[in-house]
């Protein structure tokens, strides 16, 4: 078996910048949750929802290795109105501009000492590292050679990081930025495959790892002043003299 070897410097860079993000979010956090993240991560990484999610990507991977075809992806997504966006989402998903979004929102929100900036920072990296470890492991295991000859093609490392960041965006900043980085994602799945990099089973089973990790990542807000971590989110029935109303509590 011959040693997995970085052709891609980005992949390094990317790392280290994930490492400094992690640590860089530190002073905006708590004490306790300094220690603990790692155990939340964890858990919600463990979680239910996370299996499901991948058990879907499994199966959608499967079938799509029914039906994909590289040349016909190459010939579709390489003209009309698909292509400029897939060219995009193939710059957009590479490691070293992700890094470079991450790297931003953080040194933003510590310029200007905002605390939600920094813990997105911190989040995205996080996201970015667990599924930098994931593709990888994949790709060292199953060992696909890419559409154009390359290696290590199955999962698509490029879809799984921007599917892994769009969580966490969606969260901290709303639908305003939850629709362009979806949007992103998957410009970066349908640019890999125009670009002949990965097969469409590589990027569906991407874009479910990136999926799963970003959600669960993201999935907690830390908690403060304002918003004890006993306080959950719930739905209940209310009743009131005018009649029945739901209340939802966040």
Known sequence: MRPLRTRHPSRVSLLFVVLLV??????????????????????SLTSRRTADILAGAAVLGAASLLVENPDAEEHALGRG???????????????????????????????????DWVRAGSEMARSLAYAGIAVTALKVAVRRTRPNGGAYSFPSG????????????????????????????????????????????????????????????????????????SVKPSLGLGIAPTGLSLVAKF
Do not use: C, Q
């Open 158 to 229: 490029h879809t799984a990081a921007a599917f892994a960041v769009a969580p966490v965006l969606a969260r901290r900043f709303g639908w305003l930025a939850a629709l362009p980085a979806y949007a992103l994602a998957t410009s970066t799945a349908l640019g890999r495959m125009e670009d002949r990099k990965h097969y469409l089973s590589d990027v569906v089973v991407g874009a479910g790892i990136g999926t799963a990790i970003g959600l669960a990542v993201a999935s907690k807000r830390p908690p403060s002043a304002a918003e004890p971590e």
């Open 22 to 43: 992690s640590l860089a979010a530190g002073p905006f956090a708590p004490a306790p949750a300094k220690a603990s993240f790692l155990t939340r991560d964890v858990k």
């Open 81 to 115: 109105a698909v292509d400029a966006p897939a060219d995009v989402g193939n710059i957009y998903g590479s490691g070293l501009v992700l890094a470079g979004v991450t790297l931003g929102l953080t040194g933003t929100g510590l310029v200007e000492k905002d605390p």
